[in-house]
């Protein structure tokens, strides 16, 4: 029986919360060599080691939370009044006692499940009720008073008072869709979602009116610099300001009379400076030997030759199976040349001018020597056809209208086509 004095320390040590450090808490652990190790708990982890096998056995602190009905603690929760209570109570009543754990015949940890689900112990000498072999129960206080030492022997049977059943685990039910979203989308995050939103889009209308606003400024400054530029008869940089010009008109996405303007001057300038300096008769001239053979080996090498060359073109188109064909009688040594052009741009200017002479640049596409016979087929590149409109552009090439009889009205016919065309001039931006 615990004395009187050890009742009061460990009551005042539960009421005042320093059970922790108060009340002398044992333990009892089983070895691996079935040896038994035996101590108290400390206020922190502790290694003990069984003095039969020198195995290393990891001891738990003392617990420092309330009890429950899992776990024994000397620990009290709650207010001081309900404390007091526990403590009266386990004073008047009294606490289940058990014998200690290195006399306990049964495993480890008895004492706290005795505890739990409510087992007493009574000696072995009480009557058992049948024949069967249960232990009958037995009043509580008749058990307490027949608990009594006998020489270090406890002969005990364990008696059920009561089934322990086993609590429910608490699950936590999962909010719905419309809880999540409530909980993620609060009035203060999407206020702030929303000055976030504002504050984004008012920057980028700001880029963009500061973008075209410079566009503007570019357009109006570069088409300046160009007439001055094709008044000093100065194609680079006529270029270079053509260049920033058509860029600020797709920037502010023109499509008047001006911009197809710009890009086709840009196109035809491109064009000129692309020019070949050899013309194509004189490098197609010389695959004829002097008694007349023709030479394949000398033609093949001149038609590669060609391949990406520009050149400017003065002539009629007529429809062709492939497009258009040129309809201008050209003979080198003696050998006809066929040209050929599959152009969207071309076929519309002579569908809108019929019969009419027309004064474009293009870059060879293919040049080959036909099997059949002695003749060259030329295949020009539609997408690099571009007309000429401008007389200064013409000079560049060598066309003025002393040399070449009615240039002007041509010139004139094909800037009128331009100013109207808006697909030409789609191309042209797209370039």
Known sequence: MTSLKTKLTKAKARLFGTAIKDIVVPFELACDCGHRVGGIRRASYQVATCIACDAKIYVLPVNVYPSTRRVHSEVLDGSV???????????????SESMPDSQSPTKPGTTLARRRSGMRAVSAADPPESDTGNVAEIPAKRSRKSITPSKNIYATALVAEQILVEEP????PRPGIAVVIRRIFTPFRLLMLSAAVLVALTGWWIVIQRRMDDARK???????????AIDDNDLVELHDSLSKAVVASNTLQRDDTESRRAISLLRQTQAVLNLSSADLISMLSGCVSDDGAFDTAKAAMAAESLNGKWFVFECSLLPAES?????MPLIVDSVPVTINISSDSLQRVVTALPQSPL???????????????????????GNSSTLITTQYHAAQMGFTAANTPGLNALLERQAEFLKSDAVFAGKGRQQ
């Open 218 to 228: 570019t357009w109006r400054r570069e088409m300046d610099v160009a007439e001055q």
């Open 323 to 327: 497009g258009l064909k040129a309809d």
């Open 169 to 172: 685990v608490v699950r936590v």
């Open 359 to 381: 004064m474009f640049v293009a870059s060879i596409e293919t040049c080959g020597v036909v099997e059949s016979g002695r003749e060259f087929e030329i295949q020009l590149s």
């Open 81 to 95: 009044a309900s404390r007091l209570s526990v403590i009266v109570r386990d004073l008047v009543v009294g606490e």
